[in-house]
Nanobody, 122 residues
């Protein structure tokens, strides 16, 4: 089972940038799907972006397309989320997830990090 630890969250002004990291340890597989989700208070968990350890496929939610970029460093077992042009509505706890399906549904991901808070001030 893979263990995931997020880092890089914090407080930023609208229009600013942050880069989140997700470090994976334990048993990892090259065909795992890696994804970022976010959840704001009182709202359901929302898909943000996904990729694979191999193959180079990426997919983004419409709300972040053109502003966020997901990438990976296989040698470090780390996935990143570069967040640019941040808006107050991006404020949420961001979670890293791993699973066996190229999906946008939280139930399809079996491993989750503890989350990192991102707060965007206006």
């Amino acid at each position: 089972q893979v263990q995931l630890v997020e880092s890089g969250g914090g407080l930023v002004q609208a229009g600013g940038s942050l880069r989140l990291s997700c470090a994976a340890s334990g048993r990892t597989f090259s065909n795992y799907v890696m994804a970022w989700f976010r959840q704001a208070p009182g709202k359901e968990r929302e898909f943000v972006a996904r990729t694979t350890w191999s193959g180079g496929s990426t997919y983004y939610a419409d709300s972040v397309k053109g502003r966020f970029a997901i990438s990976r460093d296989n040698a470090k077992n780390t996935v990143y989320l570069q967040m640019n042009s941040l808006k107050p509505e991006d404020t949420a706890v961001y979670y890293c997830a791993a699973g066996g399906r190229f999906s946008t549904t939280p139930a399809d991901f079996g491993s989750w990090g503890q989350g990192t808070q991102v707060t965007v001030s206006s």
